[in-house]
């Protein structure tokens, strides 16, 4: 019922992009509009794509609706279902149906996607002869297979491969018929199309490949009953043979669902032209999905659809920031399995070289294509379990060079530690343990993507908690959720990635206004750029903090309510919410005073446990928050900042003072470089370590910044972890003086403080940005090194160490609880 | 009849944050949010008992600083896809005052 004073947003198009669009829509302006949609099919919005399982057998519609009828009445949509609008009248703005139903428009959404495309061959029509493409379609094979034996489908590409494996799951024989040489021959080179078909031979599948259809022969019945080939392409045998078929599938490809569009005059080229705010030639009338061509694209996978959807979102909420710029496509066959995975270009890419890995016998086929050492393409066969870091590297045209050796190894969770040391998703079984910090199993996740009708990481993460913790097992996540959702999944892009859910802005955008608009606190920040929550929530406040703390050290007043409370308390909350107290040691190195003084304390305080860290240090656990202050007094040590994005501890070995091996003072190198660098907040924790030779006992080679003593010098490495992910890091560069070390370590730290995102460690920072970008900025610029180092410094001039601040009374409410007593009751 | 406890002058919590409050039956968290209105909940979160009182504020919700779920202030409930609820006491502010009811 339309309320008049309301905006009239009218959707055509009940399908997959079009109502994620008005999902989107609904989470950034739930009340601007008043919604109507009308659907040409009589289902609310299914998931299309599980189609296919639902063929199979291996799902129920039930289990693939997306939004049922009640979604829309309860988000107040008026829902027009089994009504196909035939006309737009853009003078009157308005939209009539077939059956008359007419709805007025201020703004216009065309979601109406695809239709198959049918060969023009003689019995086309014919009963019995359908495509694949919706409910319909599927119902009809589903009942042809309980009455028919013999199928043909037509088109050897994903769809047709899927529709195929489906009617013999049935219990139909079925017959591939396909005009190229190999199938799949958009997403596959031949090898690969070579062993995928082997596998679906052994599956029962029949191919004939390299023939085209003649005729679609009619039975007395009047239904379809054979299929005639034409004769001689290449005189394989059975050439102009007839085949007899009760069913025949049409998958030779969609075209753009564009008549509507046409017919009103709209600009249309293979797809309803629009520009890259998914806007028509008619500034109130958008598009998106399957019907759309965006910069002469038309996309047949979800993934770009949703990008498309989202964008079109933000502008019809009148927010007008985020453009569609277009985007790579990554295919994954839903056949039951078989694990294949293709993305980008792979075949006749100019001056481009493959690297390749092939096993026929072990059914293992990998191929990454490479051009500029940048990966244009990549096809997997048996092993997917990279698909979607080399898809990542592809979409972010990341530079390879340095990774190239380790390549087709793959990332995916070499060191990586918290499941089994387990990397292919597809062999695990359902019960196997998956996230080992939620305790979750592989079957929970791939029921509840098939359930809620989940397509992003996050959503995994919200609903069953999988690879949120501390992410080790995000490679897995995202590969079950390849294998579930095909092609749908797209990895995030992180090339561009928003603060977080209160703001579409990146990282990078804001850190830039903060110093060009010399935003000088938090809600002037989120003032500047239209937060989207009432101060924001628990991500983008920390790293607010940290991003106007690091771009005015001296001016900004930190906000303490904007810091997890570890940094708020200055210790690390424990699961019983007690603290933990660990004080600074420089490099590790402590003196009988030190420790007797320690020791006093731990009694004096009756601490739980004592524990030797394995950062070179002591941590007193288990500290009521209210002694905290005490501790420290009686300890008087400064903080160790182990409860901090910020400097952790510089681990040392004993070196050239005491080692007969040791060629460096590594000790003394590890407590200057602690002493420089204390109090320092940082995106992420940093860790450093010294060692005294090649030996390398204080590990300094899985490290943020880990230095090596040499006989001649210093090596410096950068960019290690020894946490969820073991990197080992890389080689900077040599110096030869103590001062140098410090100089280019600090000159390091200090670039990653200011271009890093919150949250980045030094891995993920230099990996995105690449180590060429980090040498010549450090190395190779001597005096951009010099300045860099010299802002460290003057950053860190004046911090003074929390403990002593709070010793002297600062913050004085935060460790004090109320007492609770009978005095202040009053009565009312 | 009902028990007002007076807790503490509204400003000696911190705007976004909370103070703690120890009473014979548990500890209590006393929230004060962006627009100084004022809440109360039992100070365990319904995930694994953490002490909400020291988690992040915004809006009208907490984030608990154990394992990250957000409760809201004004039910207790646990914010979707999350779920469970922690008890919430009546809080209110009468001239510049805090008052809580822990019946
Ligand atoms: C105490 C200590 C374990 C021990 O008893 O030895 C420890 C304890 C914690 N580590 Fe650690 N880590 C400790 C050394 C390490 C090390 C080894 C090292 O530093 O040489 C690593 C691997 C090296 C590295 O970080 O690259 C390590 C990798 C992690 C990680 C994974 C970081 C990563 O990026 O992969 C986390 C989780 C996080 O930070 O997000 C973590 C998080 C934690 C937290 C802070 C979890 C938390 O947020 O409460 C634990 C706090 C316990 C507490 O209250 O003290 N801890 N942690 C060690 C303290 C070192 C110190 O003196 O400061
Ligand atoms: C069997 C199958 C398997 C697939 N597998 C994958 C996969 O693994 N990965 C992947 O990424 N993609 C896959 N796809 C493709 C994916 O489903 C489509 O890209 C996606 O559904 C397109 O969304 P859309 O909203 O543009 O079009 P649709 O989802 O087709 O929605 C368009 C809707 O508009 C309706 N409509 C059209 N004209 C009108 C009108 N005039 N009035 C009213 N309503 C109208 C149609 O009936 C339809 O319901 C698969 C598709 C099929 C059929
Ligand atoms: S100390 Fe580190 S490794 Fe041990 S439980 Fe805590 S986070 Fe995990
Ligand atoms: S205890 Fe609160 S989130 Fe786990």
Redesign the pocket.
């Known amino acids: 019922m339309a309320t008049m004073n309301k905006t009239r947003l009218v959707v055509?198009?009940?399908?997959?992009?079009?109502i994620r669009t008005l999902e989107e829509l609904l989470k950034l302006a739930p009340d601007l509009y008043d919604i109507t949609v009308?659907?040409?099919?009589p289902h609310g919005n299914y998931n299309?794509?599980l189609?296919?399982p639902v063929l199979a057998g291996e799902m129920t519609i039930k289990d693939i609706m997306l939004n049922d009828v009640d979604w829309y009445a309860q988000n107040g949509i008026t829902l027009h279902l089994n009504?196909?609008?035939?006309q737009i009248d853009r003078v009157r703005r308005k939209v009539i149906?077939d059956d008359g139903t007419e709805a007025d428009y201020d703004r216009l959404l065309l979601?109406?996607?695809?239709n198959p495309f049918m060969l023009p061959v003689p019995g086309k029509d014919l009963p019995g002869v359908i495509s694949?493409?919706?409910i319909k379609d599927t119902d009809e094979m589903i009942e042809a297979a309980s009455r028919y034996r013999h199928a043909v489908v037509i088109g050897g590409g994903?769809?047709g491969l899927?529709a195929a494996n489906g009617l013999k799951l049935r219990g139909m024989g079925v017959t591939v018929v396909h005009l190229m040489p190999w199938l799949m021959e958009r997403q596959l080179d031949r090898t690969a199309a070579g062993l995928l078909q082997k596998s679906l031979e052994a599956k029962g599948l029949k191919f004939l490949l390299e023939k085209q259809t003649e005729e679609l022969v009619k039975g007395e019945s009047g239904r379809v009953c054979a299929i005639k080939l034409k004769p001689a392409l290449s005189n394989v045998e059975g050439d102009g043979e007839t085949i007899p078929s009760d069913l025949v599938v049409m998958a030779v490809g969609i075209r753009p669902?564009t008549e509507?569009a046409e017919a009103a005059g709209l600009h249309c080229n293979r797809g309803v032209v629009v520009n890259d705010t998914m806007q028509t030639y008619d500034p109130r009338i958008y598009a998106?999905?399957?019907?759309v061509s965006h910069r002469g694209i038309a996309y047949?996978?979800?993934?770009p659809?949703f990008e498309q959807a989202k964008v079109c979102a933000n502008h019809l909420a009148q927010l007008g920031i985020s453009r569609f710029t277009g985007s790579a496509t990554s295919?994954?066959l839903?056949v039951t399995g078989i694990d294949l995975f293709s993305a980008g270009a792979f075949t006749g890419v100019e001056g481009a070289e493959e690297i390749v890995l092939s096993d026929p016998a072990g059914g293992v086929y990998k191929k990454l294509v490479i051009k500029d050492d940048k990966i244009v393409g990549s096809v997997l066969y048996g092993d997917t379990a990279d698909g979607s870091w080399y898809f990542q590297l592809l979409r972010d045209g990341q530079n390879i060079r340095e990774l190239r050796g380790r390549l087709m190894s793959g990332q995916s969770h070499l060191g990586n530690s918290g499941h089994q040391g387990q990397n292919n998703a597809a062999s695990m079984p359902d019960d196997m343990e998956v996230c080992g910090c939620n305790g979750v199993c592989k079957g929970t996740i791939v029921k509840a993507i098939k359930n809620n009708g989940l397509f992003t990481l996050n959503d995994v993460r919200k609903h069953t908690k999988a690879s949120a913790s501390c992410g080790s097992c995000t490679g897995l996540v995202e590969q079950i959720l390849a294998s579930t959702?095909?092609?749908?999944y797209q990895p995030a892009d992180v090339s561009r990635k928003p603060l977080c859910g209160c703001t579409d802005y990146t990282h990078e955008e804001i850190r830039k206004a903060i110093i060009e608009r010399k935003l000088k606190s938090i809600p002037e920040a989120m003032g500047f750029f239209e937060w989207r929550n009432v101060n924001g929530c628990a991500s983008c406040r920390p790293a607010l903090n940290y991003y106007l703390l690091c771009a005015w050290p001296h001016d900004y007043q930190d906000d303490p309510q904007s810091r997890f409370i570890n940094e708020r308390a200055h210790a690390n909350i424990q699961k019983d919410g007690t603290y933990s107290v660990v004080p600074r040691i420089y490099g590790g190195v402590t003196t009988p005073a030190q420790l007797k003084r320690i020791a006093e304390v731990a009694e004096k305080y009756a601490v739980p446990t004592v524990k030797v860290t394995g950062g070179q240090r002591i941590d007193l656990l288990g500290v009521k928050k209210e002694d905290l202050p005490k501790v420290w007094a009686d300890l008087d040590m400064p903080s160790g900042f182990a409860y901090g994005k910020s400097i952790r501890t510089v681990k040392t070995c004993v070196g050239s003072e005491w080692c007969r091996f040791g060629v460096q003072d590594s000790t003394r190198m590890g407590i200057a470089l602690e002493q420089a660098l204390d109090r320092m907040w940082a995106p992420h924790k940093v860790k450093l370590a010294v060692s005294g030779c090649p030996r390398n006992c204080a590990e300094a080679t899985i490290k943020d910044v880990g230095i090596v003593g040499v006989d001649s010098g210093w090596e410096i490495y950068v960019a290690g972890n020894g946490g969820i992910k073991a990197e080992v890091s890389l080689f900077l560069v040599k110096v030869k003086s103590a001062e140098e070390v410090m100089e280019y370590s600090s000159a390091f730290i200090q670039l990653y403080r200011e271009e890093a995102r919150y949250l980045d460690r030094t891995v993920h920072w230099v990996q995105r940005v690449g180590m060429d970008y980090v040498k010549k900025r450090i190395v190779d610029d001597a005096a951009g090194r010099r300045a860099i180092y010299e802002r460290l410094k003057d950053a860190l001039r004046d911090e003074k160490d929390p403990w002593q601040e709070r010793v002297h009374g600062a913050a004085a409410q935060e460790f004090a609880p109320i007492r609770f007593q009978s005095k202040n009751f009053v009565l009312t | 009849m009902s028990e007002w406890i007076r807790v503490c002058p509204l400003e000696e919590i911190p705007r976004l944050g909370s103070r703690v409050v120890q009473t014979e039956k548990c500890d209590v968290a006393v929230f004060r949010n962006g627009s100084d209105e004022v809440f109360a909940l039992k100070d365990k979160c319904p995930h694994k008992g953490g002490p909400l009182s020291q988690g992040i504020v915004f809006d009208r919700r907490v984030t608990c600083p154990l394992h990250g779920w957000t409760v809201q202030l004004d039910s207790g409930e646990a914010v979707a896809p999350d779920c469970g609820c922690t008890h919430r006491y009546r809080a209110r502010v009468d001239k510049g005052e805090v008052y809580l009811n822990l019946f």
């Open positions: 055509i198009g009940n399908g997959m992009a079009g009308f659907g040409a099919e299309r794509i189609l296919s009504k196909t609008v035939m149906a979601a109406t996607g695809s694949y493409r919706d994903l769809l899927e669902n509507l998106v999905g399957e019907c047949g996978l979800v993934a659809l295919t994954k839903k959702v095909g092609g749908a």
